[in-house]
């Protein structure tokens, strides 16, 4: 019997979606099990749970194969087979923790190469779908590009859905290996994602993580503290900041050869590390708060960045609005973009494109993305 006409069109069920992600500063890898409710533009997330783990010991090949050393066919099979198995235990602990079995799970991978339109998302999925047994979606930059678009940034309609406000304009900075800004609208109608603005601003965390391995032997400098020891030299400051408006300036995606690594090299070996780290701190910090300039109500940062106490603290003094964390929002800042896969990959698997022509530069209306990985049968 058809249903009757006025009657309330079924609810779709809650769906549990895993987001995974790893950055180019190789600093772990971060899942997440958000509640999708609803679909499409429409769908709300709520995170439910987040897990980090450390990348060792696959860190030194990554870094190897994404500074583009040489290395043979066989490797990069094993290292995309190791990566792919590592994420598979990361994920069985998120999914046994929880007890919960996901619906989806939507997959990053690490970058080892971005040039448009050429960018290299490496992992394989093959044991996440085989351990998990549920679809998994994958390689989601790829349809972008082929459209023409820069493949990133790739999170602003996830920004979108989980930070937007009707009254205020609200700026995600992510503080990733590069840095990375959403400007939202004010979410007054439906239709607000089609006025999204974002782009990547300027090397981060790639820059400060290089200074410490060259000058403290360490991956990173934890909370900051070696900047926040040293003192800022304004030739150097001055010199970085030049580099960062041109990479904020050139109008496109940031990836392989965008590091700066040449500028830490021009520095004469006799300054201090911790007064290296201090300006290049300042030059950052300085540099995105300029970009944000009044184009935002309030600023909501995000990123493995937000560790980095004088970086946050440089933002701050030189912004003209409030800045907050995501922690605000119930994100914590280092799983804003494990759950912003999730979102992604919830849109992906109805059929809605992920990114925006005025963003990415693909052509309208912007492709589906997603490669999909079914565990047994093909569903019908």
Same mark, same amino acid.
């Given at each position: ?17 895993? !987001? ?6 190789? $600093?772990?890898? $971060? ?40 290395? =043979? ?7 995309? @087979? ?8 990361? @994920? ?84 990733? !290996? ?9 979410? =007054? ?54 580099? @960062?408006?041109?990479?904020?300036? !050139? ?16 520095? $004469? ?11 290049? =701190? ?99």
């Amino acid at each position: 019997m058809p249903d009757h006409p006025d009657a309330a069109p079924p609810r779709i069920r809650d769906r549990f979606v895993i !987001g995974a992600m790893t950055g180019t500063s190789l $600093d772990g890898i $971060d899942v997440a099990l958000v509640r999708i409710t609803g679909q499409g533009l429409s769908l709300q997330a709520e995170l439910l749970q987040h897990h980090s783990a450390a990348l060792d010991p696959l860190v030194p090949q990554l870094r190897a194969f994404s500074q583009q050393q040489p290395a =043979t066919a066989g490797a990069v099979a094993e290292l995309a @087979l190791r990566f792919g198995s590592l994420h598979a235990r990361v @994920l069985r602990e998120l999914i046994d923790r929880t007890g919960c079995r996901p619906d989806l799970i939507a997959l990053h991978g690490q970058t080892v190469f971005h040039q448009p339109p050429v960018s290299w998302q490496l992992i394989n999925p093959a044991p996440i779908a085989a351990d998990s047994d549920c679809p998994v979606v994958f390689d989601l930059r790829q349809a972008d590009l082929a459209a023409g678009g820069q493949g990133a940034p790739i999170t602003p309609l996830a920004d979108w859905i989980l930070f937007r406000n009707p009254e205020r304009r609200r700026a995600i900075v992510n503080l990733g !290996g590069f840095c990375n800004l959403t400007l939202l609208p004010r979410a =007054t109608d439906a239709a607000g994602h089609c006025e999204i603005q974002a782009r990547d601003l300027c090397a981060c965390n790639q820059l400060l993580n290089a200074i410490a391995q060259r000058a403290f032997s360490a991956p990173y400098d934890p909370d900051g503290r070696n900047a926040a020891s040293g003192r800022t030299i304004e030739v150097l400051v001055e010199d970085l900041a030049a580099r @960062l408006a041109a990479q904020n300036a !050139g109008g496109r995606s940031l990836g392989t050869g965008d590091e700066l690594a040449a500028w830490i090299d021009s520095v $004469d070996d006799e300054v201090a590390g911790c007064d290296l780290a201090a300006s290049a =701190t300042r030059a950052i910090g300085r540099t995105i708060a300029a970009s944000i300039g009044e184009h935002a109500d309030e600023i909501i940062l995000a990123g493995g960045g937000t560790r980095h106490r004088p970086l946050v603290q440089t933002i701050r003094d030189h912004a003209s609005v409030e800045v907050s964390r995501t922690e605000t929002f119930g994100i914590p800042a280092e799983a804003r973009e494990a759950v912003a896969m999730a979102v992604l990959g919830a849109l992906c698997a109805d059929g809605v494109p992920i990114t925006l022509p005025q963003v990415t530069g693909c052509r309208t209306p912007a492709p589906v993305a997603g490669v999909w990985m079914h565990p047994g049968a093909i569903p019908q």
